[in-house]
T-cell receptor, first 110, second 116 residues
Framework: DAKTTQPTSMDCAEGRAANLPCNHSTISGNEYVYWYRQIHSQGPQYIIHGLKNNETNEMASLIITEDRKSSTLILPHATLRDTAVYYCIVRVRGFQKLVFGTGTRLLVSP | EAGVVQSPRYKIIEKKQPVAFWCNPISGHNTLYWYRQNLGQGPELLIRYENEEAVDDSQLPKDRFSAERLKGVDSTLKIQPAELGDSAVYLC??????????????FGPGTRLTVL
């Protein structure tokens, strides 16, 4: 699986958009970009995934660059409950293995 | 729908003692995973079950760790004897495998183990 690089931490004001970047310059053509998050004292939670098109669901939007070497997870209106560690993972879709890095610690403040 | 259930949530033991963690996956999920998460790190896979068969245990320290998934539902992860370095959060996850496709993993809240 391709490796990813994420900032260690980010801050966001409540109600503003949180944009979390991820670099995955060695991603292969059949690898998807997945995002999970882990709220304190909970297990990781799936957020969204995509291959090359932008994706949106009720939780977030995923923007993938045309060359697929980087992506951005967007939380359009961050709330205090969005404070968590966000993990960007690339893997072949349907493949079972999730390889977590250290993620980005997002702190949403009032 | 109930999520992945784990117990206990917290466990404190002295080194060299045995300890066991229990996991009940989401109903109908045939794939079960055990992860270990050290402080400040992401989870790392220890073992994966397809029904009752352990199909990937390459990262499980077999000298002291063991796991079982009888009847392909609940699972138990055991450490005997525990060492100081085993202090971590142990996470259980489950997913549905349809053919060659593994769907998303759902995680339990984890068991926080402290070895003194």
């Amino acid at each position: 699986d391709a490796k990813t690089t994420q900032p260690t931490s980010m801050d966001c004001a409540e109600g503003r958009a949180a944009n979390l970047p991820c670099n995955h310059s060695t991603i292969s053509g059949n690898e998807y970009v997945y995002w999970y998050r882990q709220i304190h004292s909970q297990g990781p939670q799936y957020i969204i995934h995509g291959l090359k098109n932008n994706e949106t669901n009720e939780m977030a939007s995923l923007i993938i660059t045309e060359d697929r070497k980087s992506s951005t997870l967007i939380l359009p209106h961050a709330t205090l409950r969005d404070t968590a560690v966000y993990y960007c993972i690339v893997r072949v879709r349907g493949f079972q293995k999730l390889v977590f890095g250290t993620g980005t610690r997002l702190l949403v403040s009032p | 729908e109930a999520g992945v259930v784990q117990s206990p949530r917290y466990k404190i033991i002295e080194k060299k003692q045995p300890v066991a963690f229990w996991c009940n996956p989401i109903s109908g999920h045939n794939t079960l995973y055990w992860y270990r998460q050290n402080l400040g790190q992401g989870p790392e896979l220890l073992i994966r079950y397809e029904n009752e068969e352990a199909v990937d245990d390459s990262q499980l320290p077999k000298d002291r760790f063991s796991a079982e998934r009888l009847k392909g539902v609940d699972s138990t992860l055991k450490i005997q004897p525990a060492e100081l370095g085993d202090s971590a959060v142990y996470l259980c996850a489950s997913s549905i495998r349809g053919g060659l496709v593994y769907n998303e993993q759902f995680f339990g809240p984890g068991t926080r183990l402290t070895v003194l």
